[in-house]
């Protein structure tokens, strides 16, 4: 069983809604589910799309090959007919379309006459709608019975039961009509975790004591807000929606300061907006996690849409020079463990660390057993209370490794001073050059060595000495893992994937033997200009000589990476 | 016991004769009156010269970045909201690159005492336009003079309901000290513009400038009223009022805000243990 | 003649019902009225749904970053004063993102004309609370509701002097098109306030919530008093007013800039062979 | 003759009207000056010197031996005393210091004094300074009378009077007095001109048509600022103090898109602040000129002082691709033939160009016999009026080198229409990949050949076969070339300088071939990571060995240099 369902309509129709639902109802039933979005930059009308996949082994990538196409408009039918497989079917309501199909592949299901017989309105048309995919498939829905009961527990027995006869009604019409439908359900099994990268940094940051999140709006980074949002009250969190990304970034360096871990989050303009607050916490040596949610760019660029071209920015974020983590999660797992690294070396190194997704991770849903809390490290580095702090506590005593005891103001006859400006140890300004040098060896390049040690290694995955490598960074990761899968049948081939994007790890010298030893490497990026092959290049002189980019804001689908890899195998 | 000599700092690097200086002792008078001490509170300043302030008294400090005095010092507060939160700004700093924090500040009535060292120039930058420097006042990078309007921090902070008005000048150390006082028992947000004579670089508005137009505001003025307070924020020119021009009780952002309301943030003691089995209830919801 | 036809632009991506399909209608009736040549005038935006604008009328349009409207309007005003110039932002966009160009562009009264469309709320994210957000209104980034007083954009302007300040309505469309008009004809900077619904997003300033506290101000009331202004501006609530709230004829931006008096900056032609001889010249300053 | 005099004391004392002075009596003299000058980020007090070098041939650089030491304050003696060569004399007032220093290489000149007996302020003790050091030269001052007259002509004939006498007063005063004193002056020549980079920057731009300056103020690129202020009117050019830096880079680009040529200029913190500006100008491909002025950093660093540390930066500035040009001029005149490029390819190509320079630079005065204007360019990109432009236009037309028409707005029936978001080639917003990735490669990849064409060679001085070169960008051209000249005397070795950072040259292997042959290669830089360095490697794969880093935020100087190159090349 791998399955693809593509739900196609206007913004407003629907889609989501649908989409949620039964990726919901899947991955309770136990499948593993993949999910990806692509949509406008508007609220109504446009042409959107919501693809769920679903299997009973587990899923990294969407499929270019649509099973079950839900048109619920006739743009959907124009643009997605043809990427409907050889069994496919496209749903619809010739009624509300106003257009009718004769063709073998196409089912008309009148969502709308069946929702208002159900008594409903029309959004429960798109439950008569999930009916219809459900009953294609074959499955009985009852785990939609309790789904449909928590999210609209509170509106009341009536629409909970009108809601419940439209899925009924859409499902046993389907499965009278659909004399087509070959398809069938495998087996459900024990339920799994469906999660998006926004939640799952949510979560890891919560769960590394991150107490104050604040940002200003930006897709796709605006998952996060939310996320933290709909938490705040349980966990205890100061969320504030700030005036603009300046005050965002400085206010989470007051909270850190105070002695607060904190966080922001943000995208392409956004980001550039912080640069300088980056600089500042780099001078002031005040731990902070930034999330970088990409999308492509310059300026504005497609707001919806998704890129990986903003790696160079990021590493170069703020004047002066001062050291850095950056972390690119290839899904949520990684996002959720990557996150509570990043508060950690940020607050054991008082650095600024980044965590780098894109708008296409940002609105993926991947499925997971669930996540291994014991993996999760919590260590305090604060000094806390008068008693551990001495009088003449000094911010930025020069240490062996740079790092100096970082206490919290206000809570003992101590002072803590920081400054933009370049500082004594005690945080005052200065102008001599030789508290300068002291102070930028101190900063930079005692930590520096210290913190390359902290890097992971990249995910060496497949073949275990490959001829063929393919390398990845960030939101590629489940498509490369795919394609790999796939293309392993016949060669002898690896991913390298870079979660731990920079600084690079010291000890390289396994994955350089990898990539060394293979007769072909080849990088896949979201970009048009190779960012991470040229900052592979420059940190271990190695040229990967064939690149696959893609830069029209799309991202990467199965068959069609498979596809141009298949090519350069093929000139081998 | 607080004594002036606890909150000795560096020696300031301003001119001889600046306007900064009163200030300075004045606010080390006014702590050691309402008897602070030096490690219980922060001074948030940005950059120019009066964002030097906080080297210059023993205090907690954060000299952030030209115009974001605001923002750091709400993140302070916020997280540690028992904590008196001063922000001392220029002009240029607070009205020029800072404008947008100051009145989003207001809006959320954040508890942060803000005094703004202006002295109508940018200073520490040699002599440009602040956005409060008279209208044709020459300057290297205003060859025509000032062009613009100058801003009126007071009508413009009375315009947006800012709980605590107040205009106090270097040369009044007295009257000065008390707005001071008032200023921080004040529980929202306050804002105290200081005229602060500039001796090296404003050549027009100097002490005796000053001097001739500071008048204390009137016995049995209504600062209570917008209608009045606004009237009063105008004036400038011939006859340049001193005092609380405008004061309301508006709720505080930090007491709206609920998770903090019965215990600071940095309080709220964070135990690892505790949080994992609560995420791992919230992973719950994901299945 | 210009006709309604010569306006056309590309198909609105707005919401059915949204408040902005009015005032595109009515905005370009009313430079049809006026006689305005498509190609004669630049609209600039931000980002926002108000962004979109420019591309929904056949004009030259510069639709730059989110909250940076007035500094590019500024440029383009500087550069070619005799052109029309027009800004055209959201809520979130001018009082957000953009608030400190706000507060600067009134101090230089710079004949730029801005209309804000003003939904109370961030429309193209998907539902966010704005500056003008009613305080309590929960959103899914608002979860304890808005803890912030609303800022009141006119009595901002009113404060800082804004030589052209009125507030109109999407829904009262007779009304809108005279203050376009007006704020137009205007020679200075104008902030046109626009009450816009987002029938999408903003729940509460509906259609029907307007409708029932908009009236239009009443005759005789003196639009060039400064006090009078500022208590008008304050009405909001159960009663909103519509009108012109405050107007003057304070001299321009680009009147007082002496190199652009005579002529526009595009029209003073450059001479290379000329200039590289008064350059030489200066260099002789340097000897 | 080749005499290092140094002026030191507190802000405010008039180190800068001694230096500035002095320097342009020498330079009108006709003798060759180099002026640098280290002072605190405070108006009144602190320790500040301002040294000036003069030579009858070109002087690039500052020396670490003083020949005269003015001594304004006590803390000069302390600090700097050490400094003075074996023929040197330090010049002080012993009652206004306070302290009498019997040494023979001691002279106490009573500026107070005398110039109270000339009947003048505390002002013009300086002008008796200012006469003892040229009387300790030898040089009778005529050219200083004119001087004087054109600085203070305004001032009235008594004033004129009392700074000409108290001149006369401290120059025989030193005649007479210093016995010691062994100076000579050569004889004058030509005149020279005597300029700063911020200047020459200034007239650079001014003369290929820039009408429009907008910027906020920051050290150290105000300077730019007060030029083109002092010379609005003249030329009449717009400038107007922005707000913030969002504004000034907004400002200029409204500017830009109305036709008219715009600048802007910052350093470190408000350069941060332009960066989504930046990205918006690469989007929308309206050209647009920025000068960066570097400073140390992170954050307000050290504001005062010298730094190389914002090429990356500058590199990456922006999300998202984009084509740009780096330039870092080594010397005034470099910035003044830089600049008239930077305009001229800015509008060839639409793109934003870079001009590097940094606070040594800003604040370093060079004497040139002139600049050569026919050097200058100026092509106008622009299409103009009604007659030349279609109704139809369209601003991103897809062309062969990806530049397009770029018309005026509001001059016609034609519409310009450009956007931050991607767009058409109408500047509509789009949404769909397939014109999304056209545009990509109009803007991006079309362009940059093109761009790489334009790109000058870095210039290799010294031998031509050279054993060892050291390598360098932007400010350390006049020093490295006076290390190199005095190396050359015992070694081959050359100068291999970049003005031209980015991109790098097509035709590289001139450069290319001197390093690879070179015995020692060695690289320059006012950082402490290795920008250039790092740059280098990454764009021709030649790793240089010795590194030679300064970030102490003061800048290298002659001897020193030439020390530690020396150290160098004893390990060959
Ligand atoms: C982002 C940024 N822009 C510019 C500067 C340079 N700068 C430092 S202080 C200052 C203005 C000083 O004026 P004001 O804020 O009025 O303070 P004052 O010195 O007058 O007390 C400026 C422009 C900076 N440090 N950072
Ligand atoms: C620097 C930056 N930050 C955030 C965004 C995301 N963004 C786009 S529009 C918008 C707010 C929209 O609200 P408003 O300005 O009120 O316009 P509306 O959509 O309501 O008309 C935001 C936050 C952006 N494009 N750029
Ligand atoms: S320059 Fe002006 S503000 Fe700065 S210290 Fe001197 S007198 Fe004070
Ligand atoms: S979301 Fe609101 S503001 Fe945006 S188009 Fe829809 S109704 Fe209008
Ligand atoms: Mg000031
Ligand atoms: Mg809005």
Redesign the interface.
């Known amino acids: 069983m791998d399955y693809t369902i593509k739900i196609g309509g206007e913004a407003g129709q629907g889609i989501q809604t649908i989409g949620d639902t039964i990726s919901k109802v899947f991955s309770r039933m136990g499948y593993h589910v993949f999910t990806h979005q692509d949509y406008e930059s508007r609220v109504r009308g446009g042409h959107n799309f919501y693809q769920v996949r679903l299997s009973e082994t587990m899923v990294t990538s969407s499929r270019t090959q649509v099973d079950i196409l839900v048109a619920l408009d006739k743009e959907s039918i124009k643009r997605h007919e043809r990427e409907l497989g050889p069994e496919g079917i496209i749903v619809y309501d010739a009624s509300s379309l106003k257009e009718r199909h004769d063709k073998p592949h196409f089912l008309d299901v009148p969502f709308n006459e069946l929702s208002l017989k159900a008594g409903g309105s029309p959004i429960m048309a798109n439950m008569v709608a999930i009916g219809a995919i459900l009953g294609m498939i074959g499955i009985n829905g009852d785990v939609l019975h309790s789904i449909i009961k928590e999210t609209m527990g509170n509106k009341g027995e009536a629409i909970l039961k009108q809601n419940i006869d439209a899925f009924i009604a859409g499902r046993d019409y389907a499965k009278a009509n659909c004399l087509r439908c070959s398809f069938f359900s495998a087996p459900s099994s024990k339920p799994k975790m469906l999660i998006d990268v926004n939640e799952a940094i949510g979560l890891g940051a919560i769960a590394s004591g991150c107490k104050f999140y604040t940002a200003y709006p930006m897709t796709p980074s605006t998952g996060i807000l939310n996320f933290f949002s709909s938490k705040a009250e349980e966990y205890g969190i100061v969320v504030e929606q700030a005036e603009d990304e300046i005050s965002a970034i400085n206010m989470a360096l007051g909270a850190s300061y105070a002695g607060v871990r904190s966080m922001t989050g943000t995208s392409g303009g956004g980001f550039c907006l912080m640069v300088e607050g980056i600089s500042l916490a780099g001078m002031t040596e005040i731990p902070i996690v930034v999330a970088l949610a990409q999308r492509p760019a310059p300026a504005t660029g497609l707001p919806t849409r998704t890129e990986q071209a903003d790696l160079f920015l990021a590493l170069h974020a703020g004047h002066g020079e001062f050291p850095r983590v950056i972390f690119a999660p290839g899904d949520p797992e990684q996002a959720f463990y990557l996150t509570n690294k990043a508060f950690d070396l940020s607050n054991k190194y008082q650095i600024p660390v980044f965590i780098l997704t894109d708008q296409y991770l940002s609105d993926s849903r991947w499925t997971y057993l669930g996540f291994d809390l014991d993996a999760l490290t919590y260590r305090a580095y604060r000094l806390k209370g008068d008693e551990r702090v001495p009088e003449t506590y000094k911010r930025f005593a020069y240490t062996e490794d740079g790092v100096s005891p970082l206490a919290i103001p206000g809570k003992g006859k101590y002072i803590v001073v920081v400054d933009s400006d370049e500082h004594d140890e005690e945080g005052h300004i200065i102008e001599d050059g030789e508290t300068r040098r002291l102070m930028v060896e101190k900063r930079l390049f005692k930590k520096l060595p210290f913190i390359k040690k902290e890097m992971e290694s990249p995910r060496l995955y497949g073949s275990e000495r490959p001829d063929i490598v393919v390398i990845g960074w960030g939101s590629t990761y489940g498509i490369i893992k795919e394609a790999v899968d796939e293309l392993a049948k016949r060669h002898s081939i690896a991913m390298l994937h870079f979660s731990e994007v920079y600084p690079f790890p010291y000890y390289t010298e396994g994955f350089m033997e990898a990539l060394k030893r293979a007769k072909l490497t080849i990088c896949v990026e979201q970009n048009g200009t190779n960012q991470f092959a040229r900052l592979l290049k420059a940190e271990t002189g190695f040229d990967i000589p064939v690149k696959i980019n893609r830069y029209d804001g799309r991202p990467f689908l199965l068959e069609e990476l498979i596809e141009v890899l298949n090519g350069h195998i093929g000139r081998l | 016991m607080v004594t002036l000599e606890d909150y000795k700092g560096?020696t300031p690097?301003?001119?001889?004769g600046c306007g900064n200086h009163s200030i300075l002792k004045v606010f080390k008078e006014a702590l050691v009156e309402l008897a602070i001490?030096?490690?219980?509170?922060?001074i948030?300043s940005g950059?120019g010269?009066a964002g030097?302030f906080?080297?210059y008294l023993?205090?907690?400090?954060?000299?952030?970045?030209?115009?974001?005095t605001?923002?750091?010092?709400?993140?302070?507060?916020?997280?540690?909201h028992d904590?008196l939160v001063i922000a001392v700004a220029g002009d240029g700093d607070c009205?020029?690159?800072?404008?947008?924090?100051l009145?989003?500040a207001i809006?959320?009535?954040i508890g942060v005492k803000l005094f703004v060292h202006d002295n109508q120039i940018?200073?520490?930058?040699?002599g440009?336009?602040s956005?409060t420097s008279i209208e044709g006042m020459k300057t290297?990078?205003?060859?025509?003079g000032v062009?613009?309007?100058?801003?009126?921090p007071l009508?413009?902070a009375?315009?947006?309901?800012c709980s605590f008005v107040a205009r106090a000048y270097a040369g009044d150390q007295e009257h000065l000290k008390f707005i001071i006082k008032e200023a921080i028992r004040h529980r929202g947000f306050s804002l105290v513009d200081i005229l602060q004579p500039c001796v090296?670089?404003n050549k027009v508005n100097t002490y005796g400038w000053y001097q001739k137009r500071v008048y204390h505001i009137e016995e049995g003025y209504n600062e209570r009223d917008?209608?009045v307070a606004?009237?009063k924020?105008?004036e400038w020119g011939e006859k340049i009022p001193l005092g609380i021009i405008y004061r309301n009780e508006?709720p505080t952002?930090e007491e709206?805000?609920?998770?903090?309301k019965d215990r600071p943030?940095?309080e709220?003691e964070?135990d690892?243990e505790e949080?994992?089995k609560?995420?791992?209830s919230?992973?719950g919801e994901?299945?």
Chains 1, 4 share one sequence.
């Open positions: 560096q690097a301003w001119c001889p001490e030096p490690g219980t509170f922060v948030v950059i010269q030097k906080p080297h023993r205090c907690n400090a954060f000299n952030g970045l030209h115009g974001r605001l923002p750091v010092a709400t993140g302070i507060k916020l997280s540690s904590m009205y020029g690159e800072g404008g947008n924090h009145i989003h809006r959320r009535n940018y200073g520490l930058t040699k440009q336009a956005p290297k990078t205003q060859p025509f062009l613009s309007e100058p801003l009126n009508s413009l009375v315009a947006l309901d090296t670089f917008r209608f606004f009237e924020s105008l508006r952002f709206r805000m609920p998770v903090i943030l940095i709220q964070f690892f949080v994992k609560r995420i791992d919230t992973l994901f299945y």
